[in-house]
């Protein structure tokens, strides 16, 4: 559609106005990373070493991104807290408690609310850091750490709508979770222990998790007759067999489709004058959304997993059905 807003505006004048935006707010975001300094190493410290919980707290569109950060470090192993500024002034002031590093975040850093927080904080002896773009407003005065946010415009055109710097804020938030999961030496079943569930746990199982190994295993070799070929698919009941050498190398698979194609010369053939050549496979370290997009991408339902890429050894195997088992699909 060309003309869009009251038959006045055409498409691209809004495309660009969108891009304009964007932009603006990009370029805050590369003069933040850039600006980074010893001030952020110093808060990833503090924040590292505090023993109890990490309170985010904000007012408005501020509040709404200490919410999301406070989300954020919690999903990746930080034990961070939300405290609305508005409801610590009215009965809330207790979620403070000694041990915990209060992070406060307000562009303008001179909302009456975070006065009031401040003191209790200085009362239980608490950190606090500042994440604002005045640095000669109270908040950043009477902070333990400031994290100054470049004087980039707000996106708005009126410059007064929250949006680069709330923008910037998230951006900031982020590195510190990110930044701290990474000295910590998270690993993906680290995360996966926080993520149980959703698309995001589950993209975080390894297929070491829940393969078949071993004995489980239909593998054969190449000189092996047909016939027990189908005897062994039907033991494993897992649609497929594995051909191997001696070293135990994959060189091909039997599959359903192999076998219907053989026609009436099947009991006359070897595993090796069936099998497909170069099949598909996983290596070892694979996540269980690997294991369905190649099912998917092949439309295959079983794929082996072998050590590496060029004819590895064959560690185990991954069947449609171990996957569904895991809600994944």
Same mark, same amino acid.
């Given at each position: 559609?060309?003309?869009?807003?009251?038959?006045?505006?055409?498409?691209?004048?809004?495309?660009?106005?969108?891009?304009?935006?964007?932009?603006?707010?990009?370029?805050?975001?590369? *003069?933040? %990373?850039h600006?980074?300094?010893a001030?952020?190493?110093?808060?990833?410290?503090?924040?590292m070493?505090t023993?109890? /919980?990490?309170?985010?707290?904000?007012?408005?569109?501020?509040?709404?991104?200490?919410?999301?950060? *406070?989300?954020t470090?919690? #999903?990746?192993?930080?034990?961070?807290?939300? =405290?609305? %500024?508005?409801? *610590?002034?009215?009965?809330?002031?207790? &979620? =403070?408690?000694a041990?915990?590093?209060?992070?406060?975040?307000? @562009? #303008?850093?001179?909302?009456? !609310?975070f006065?009031?927080?401040?003191?209790?904080? !200085?009362?239980?002896?608490? $950190?606090?850091?500042?994440i604002?773009?005045?640095?000669?407003? $109270?908040? %950043?005065? @009477?902070?333990?750490? @400031?994290?100054?946010?470049?004087?980039?415009?707000?996106?708005?055109?009126?410059?007064?709508?929250? &949006? &680069?710097?709330?923008?910037?804020?998230?951006?900031?938030?982020?590195? =510190?979770?990110? &930044?701290?999961?990474?000295?910590?030496?998270?690993?993906?079943?680290?995360?996966?222990?926080?993520?149980?569930?959703?698309?995001?746990?589950?993209?975080?199982?390894?297929?070491?998790?829940?393969?078949?190994?071993?004995?489980?295993?239909?593998?054969?070799?190449?000189?092996?007759?047909?016939?027990?070929?189908?005897?062994?698919?039907?033991?494993?009941?897992?649609?497929?067999?594995?051909?191997?050498?001696?070293?135990?190398?994959?060189?091909?698979?039997?599959?359903?489709?192999?076998i /219907?194609?053989?026609?009436?010369?099947?009991?006359?053939?070897? %595993?090796?004058?069936v099998?497909?050549?170069?099949? /598909?496979?996983?290596v070892?370290?694979a996540?269980?959304?690997?294991?369905?997009?190649?099912?998917? !991408?092949a439309?295959?339902?079983?794929?082996f997993?072998? @050590?590496?890429?060029?004819?590895?050894?064959?560690?185990?195997?991954?069947?449609?059905?171990? =996957?569904?088992r895991?809600?994944?699909?």
């Amino acid at each position: 559609m060309d003309a869009v807003v009251d038959g006045a505006v055409d498409g691209g004048t809004i495309i660009a106005m969108g891009r304009r935006a964007i932009a603006i707010e990009a370029e805050a975001l590369w *003069a933040l %990373a850039h600006e980074l300094g010893a001030d952020f190493a110093d808060a990833v410290a503090l924040l590292m070493t505090t023993p109890g /919980r990490i309170i985010l707290c904000g007012l408005g569109k501020s509040g709404q991104i200490a919410r999301k950060i *406070a989300a954020t470090f919690a #999903s990746t192993g930080t034990p961070g807290i939300f =405290l609305h %500024a508005g409801d *610590a002034v009215h009965g809330e002031l207790g &979620t =403070l408690v000694a041990g915990d590093t209060l992070v406060i975040l307000s @562009n #303008s850093g001179d909302t009456r !609310e975070f006065g009031v927080i401040m003191r209790r904080a !200085e009362t239980l002896a608490l $950190p606090i850091i500042a994440i604002t773009s005045s640095p000669d407003a $109270p908040v %950043a005065r @009477n902070a333990t750490i @400031n994290l100054l946010l470049p004087p980039n415009p707000e996106a708005c055109p009126y410059g007064r709508s929250p &949006t &680069t710097s709330t923008a910037m804020m998230l951006a900031l938030g982020d590195a =510190l979770a990110v &930044t701290m999961m990474q000295l910590r030496g998270a690993k993906a079943a680290d995360l996966l222990a926080l993520h149980p569930g959703g698309r995001l746990g589950l993209d975080l199982v390894a297929v070491e998790n829940f393969m078949h190994r071993g004995d489980e295993l239909p593998l054969a070799p190449p000189e092996t007759p047909m016939g027990d070929i189908l005897d062994l698919i039907s033991a494993r009941n897992l649609g497929i067999a594995g051909v191997v050498d001696t070293h135990q190398r994959l060189l091909g698979v039997i599959t359903d489709g192999d076998i /219907r194609r053989c026609g009436l010369d099947l009991g006359s053939r070897s %595993a090796e004058q069936v099998m497909t050549r170069r099949p /598909r496979t996983l290596v070892g370290g694979a996540m269980a959304r690997d294991a369905l997009t190649i099912m998917s !991408e092949a439309r295959i339902t079983a794929v082996f997993v072998v @050590n590496d890429a060029l004819g590895g050894r064959v560690r185990g195997l991954v069947h449609i059905h171990d =996957l569904l088992r895991l809600g994944i699909g």
